[in-house]
């Protein structure tokens, strides 16, 4: 597995330098955030959410309200720390989601998170955390560095049939990205967490290994600022 360049540095060992890598790409991969016991006991607690039991493997969105071991997970003293860092001043949980990314399933189009949450710039980030190695063709993050220097970009409605095991809302449209940007393909490896910023460009690759491809995907924002609560999701601020 190709190393990531931003991984050479780290939040514990270099916070200046990690925090200026973030700010200047947009994103930043920690590793060895989560160990191997609990990457697999969130996967193991996984086999029990509804929808592992009725066979859809469609995302799980919000399982810390089910199991308290995903609350535990998204307040993670280390993880709470890097957030606090990347929102600049004290982060609040606002979602959970676990992917089970069986084989064969469709990636998430490309997109901004903020175009779903409608935060305040720079007030809200992501923790897409690894719970198994993750890379181009197990199902891999596609992000566009510095996109996030754009603001909110336009987006074009797509025609794609439903993928029943994937996010309902991961193919209805697709960020439109300035040419001048090129795609990174970014290996995360188990229990690392790519931290993204709300208004980075990404999607993720189908998943073409017969293994499966857990994800947990955690967001937080700045207490007190607005965010849009969503239909589907039903966001709400989590102290951490």
């Known amino acids: 597995m190709v190393r990531n360049k931003s991984s050479i540095n780290s939040f514990f060992a270099n916070p200046e330098a990690a925090l200026a890598s973030y700010q200047e790409s947009g994103f930043f991969i920690e590793e060895n955030l989560f160990s191997q016991e609990e990457c697999a006991q969130l996967i193991e607690a996984a086999?029990?959410?509804e929808n592992a039991k009725n066979g859809t493997y469609r995302p799980q969105m919000m399982p810390h309200r089910v199991n308290s071991l995903y609350l535990a997970a998204m307040r993670k003293p280390a993880l709470a720390a890097i957030l606090n860092k990347l929102v600049d001043g004290k982060a609040m949980g606002l979602q959970t989601e676990l992917f089970y990314c069986k084989p064969g399933t469709r990636g998430f189009s490309l997109h901004q998170d903020n175009f779903f949450v409608q935060a305040p710039y720079g007030t809200f980030a992501s923790a897409w955390i690894a719970l198994t190695?993750?890379?181009l063709e197990k199902g891999g993050l596609?992000?566009?560095?510095?996109?996030?220097?754009e603001g909110l970009l336009p987006v074009r409605k797509l025609a794609l049939e439903?993928?029943?095991a994937q996010d309902p809302n991961a193919n209805n449209e697709e960020t439109i990205v300035p040419p001048q940007y090129q795609p990174f393909h970014a290996n995360v490896p188990k229990g690392a967490a790519l931290f993204?910023?709300?208004?980075l460009v990404h999607g993720s690759n189908?998943?073409?290994?017969?293994?499966w491809?857990?994800?947990?995907?955690?967001?937080?924002?700045?207490?007190?600022e607005s965010f849009r609560p969503g239909n589907y999701a039903q966001r709400e601020a989590i102290e951490l």
């Open 206 to 211: 189908p998943n073409q290994t017969n293994e």
């Open 133 to 135: 190695d993750t890379y």
């Open 142 to 149: 596609i992000v566009y560095p510095e996109t996030h220097k």
């Open 162 to 164: 439903k993928d029943s």
């Open 196 to 199: 993204i910023h709300g208004h």
């Open 47 to 49: 086999n029990d959410l």
């Open 213 to 224: 491809r857990h994800v947990l995907l955690n967001t937080y924002i700045r207490q007190g």
